[in-house]
C-alpha cells in the first residue's frame, strides 16, 4: 500500500496490524480497553473532560493529532467533546450497531484505535459533537515540542513545467510519497496571472505544477524520472497539440541540490536515452509560483478527461 497523506501534511498510511499490537502493548490497561475493545470510561472521570488549557490531541496509541482544544466545547455529557476534528482526514467513521443501537464510531485514522463517537446535535458551524475518551488521547500543550510521531511529514517542494499542467498535476499526484501537487503559472513577469493572459503568450508564465513530496519516501530524483517520462522534454515550446511558450518543458529548481540533480540527471538523458537529440528542459531558479484558477485543480478527477501525459509510476 502506498503512502497517504492528510491535507495537513501528515501521514496517515494505515499501520500494519504488528506495528499497532506493538504500540498498544505499552498502553496503561484503560487506554488499552478503550482503543483496542471500544469501552467507554465513565464519564465526567476523563482526565481532559474538564482541560482548558490550549494544545492538541493526539492518539494514545500512534501520536497522530486528532482534535484541537480550539474546537473544544462543554456538551455537559461528561466526555471531551469537538465540533470539528483536527483533520477530518485523521479521523475515520464506522457504523456501530452494539448495545442495541446504531451509533457512528470514531477510530484514528492511522492505527484504527476506538475514539468514542460523533453525533448530529454540536454547536455551530459543524453541528456535529465528538465524543471522546480521554483514555484515547493525549494532549500536547501549545508551545512545547510534540514527539516525533505527533508532527507533520519534513517535506520539500518542486516544480516542473511540461505542457498542459491537468495532466502533469494528475500523475503527480499518484507519485508514492507525493503529498499534493498544484497547478499554476510560474517564470513569467506578471503578478497573479490569469489563465487568459498566460494563454495570450505575453506574460512569460509557463503552465507549471508545483509538487510537494516527503523526501523520506520518494526521491528528487524519481521525481525527475517520472517528469521526463510524462512528456517528450525535445519539443520546444509546445508539447503535442499545445503549442505556445505557456507550454514549454521547464524545471524550476527550488535548491542548489535540486539544480545539482537536476543537472546530472538531463547530462545522463542526453547521453543515453536522449543521445543525438536536444533536450529543451529549461533549468531556472523558481521564481514566485501562482496557483491557476480553482476550476483547473484536479480538472481530470472533475472532468473524466484524459491528457497526452502518460502514467510515469
Not at 453525533?119 to 458551524?125: A, S, T, Y
Not at 537536476?262 to 501562482?290: H, N, V
Request: net charge neutral; hydrophobic share 30%.
Amino acid at each position: 500500500m502506498g503512502a497517504r497523506y492528510s491535507k495537513s501534511g501528515f501521514d496517515v498510511t494505515p499501520l500494519p496490524r504488528e506495528k499497532v499490537a506493538e504500540l498498544a502493548a505499552r498502553l496503561d490497561p484503560e487506554a488499552y480497553r478503550v482503543t483496542q475493545r471500544a469501552d467507554t470510561e465513565r464519564p465526567f472521570c476523563g482526565r481532559f473532560e474538564d482541560n482548558k488549557k490550549d494544545g492538541v490531541y493526539s492518539c494514545v496509541v500512534c501520536g497522530l493529532p486528532l482534535f484541537s482544544s480550539d474546537h473544544k466545547f462543554d456538551s455537559g455529557t461528561g466526555w471531551p467533546s469537538f465540533y470539528r476534528e483536527f483533520d477530518p482526514q485523521h479521523v475515520a467513521r464506522r457504523p456501530d450497531k452494539g448495545h442495541g443501537m446504531v451509533r457512528t464510531e470514531i477510530a484514528c485514522a492511522r492505527c484504527g484505535a476506538h475514539l468514542g463517537h460523533v453525533f448530529d446535535d454540536g454547536p455551530p458551524p459543524s453541528g456535529t459533537r465528538h465524543c471522546l475518551n480521554s483514555a484515547a488521547m493525549r494532549f500536547q500543550e501549545k508551545g512545547t515540542e510534540p514527539p516525533s510521531e505527533s508532527r507533520p511529514a519534513a517535506t520539500e517542494t518542486a516544480y516542473f513545467a511540461g505542457g498542459c499542467f491537468w495532466g502533469l498535476e494528475h500523475y503527480f499526484q499518484l507519485g508514492p510519497g507525493v503529498l499534493d501537487a498544484v497547478s499554476g503559472y510560474m517564470q513569467g513577469a506578471v503578478d497573479n496571472p490569469t489563465y487568459k493572459q498566460v494563454c495570450g503568450d505575453a506574460t512569460g508564465h509557463a503552465e507549471t505544477v508545483k509538487v510537494v513530496f516527503d523526501p523520506a519516501r520518494i526521491s528528487y530524483r524519481r521525481l525527475l524520472e517520472a517528469f521526463f517520462r510524462m512528456h517528450d522534454p525535445t519539443q520546444v515550446n509546445r508539447q503535442g497539440p499545445d503549442v505556445g511558450a505557456q507550454y514549454r518543458s521547464g524545471i524550476w529548481y527550488a535548491s542548489e541540490e535540486q539544480r545539482r540533480t537536476a543537472e546530472t540527471f538531463i547530462k545522463e538523458l542526453s547521453a543515453g536515452p536522449y543521445a543525438g537529440k536536444r533536450i529543451a528542459t529549461q533549468l531556472e531558479p523558481a521564481k514566485t509560483f501562482w496557483p491557476a484558477e480553482e476550476y483547473h485543480q484536479d480538472y481530470l478527477e472533475k472532468t473524466g478527461g484524459v491528457c497526452h501525459v502518460a502514467n510515469p509510476w
